[in-house]
């Protein structure tokens, strides 16, 4: 939702983006955005774009004052937004492979990425630990990872405080970390 409650942008399964006007309620913009579903969606800081994370592991950029215009497109590392893989079942392991146990693909649920409050960088998932990409002249450029993690990373968020960021990040096994990053 945007800053006074207006304004819906919804990604959708059949990969269009919405826009819903809540006074209305109608929808009042509608574009094709990924192949495959939209499984998340942000407002940039200054709420003049939309970001949005598909099916098809891409990361797109869209103007809010022409609307279902891309501002940028890229594919994001693999797994980037799911599905994830985890062992499940059999053995002492409960993984896959010799212990008897079988992989599932699992499909993402929570934010798949984050922005940063100067709308410069985005956290993103990966198969092991929270990833940070810097947005600049219509592309991403990694700059982080931040690591730590022994199971995919399926879920992400930032906290901002003062001169500090909180780089939160949840694996399939249930370890949450937090990672303190400073401005450089």
């Known amino acids: 939702m945007n800053h006074n409650g207006g304004l819906l942008v ?43 994370i598909g099916s098809d592991n891409r990361f797109a950029c869209w103007s809010m004052a022409v609307t279902g ?14 599905p994830f893989l985890v062992g499940v079942g059999g053995g002492t392991g409960g993984g896959s492979g010799a212990t008897g ?3 599932v693909l699992l499909r993402p649920y929570g934010p798949l990425f984050a922005l940063s409050t100067d709308g410069e960088h985005v956290l993103t ?7 940070v990409y ?6 991403l ?11 995919p990373v399926v879920t992400v968020d930032w906290s901002h405080a003062s001169q500090c960021s909180s ?6 096994d249930g370890v949450i970390s937090v990672a303190t990053l400073l401005p450089q």
């Open 167 to 172: 780089a939160l990040a949840a694996s399939l």
């Open 125 to 131: 998932c990966s198969t092991s630990g929270p990833l």
């Open 69 to 82: 215009s891309r501002v940028m497109d890229q594919v994001l590392h693999e797994r980037a937004a799911g």
């Open 10 to 52: 919804c990604g959708c399964n059949d990969g269009s983006v919405r826009i819903v006007d809540l006074r209305c309620p109608d929808v009042i913009a509608s574009w094709p955005a990924h192949q495959g579903e939209v499984f998340t969606v942000r407002l940039s800081p200054q709420e003049n774009n939309i970001y949005t």
């Open 134 to 139: 810097k947005m600049s002249g219509g592309s």
């Open 141 to 151: 450029t990694q700059v982080l990872s931040v690591g730590g993690h022994k199971s």
């Open 101 to 103: 146990g079988r992989s």
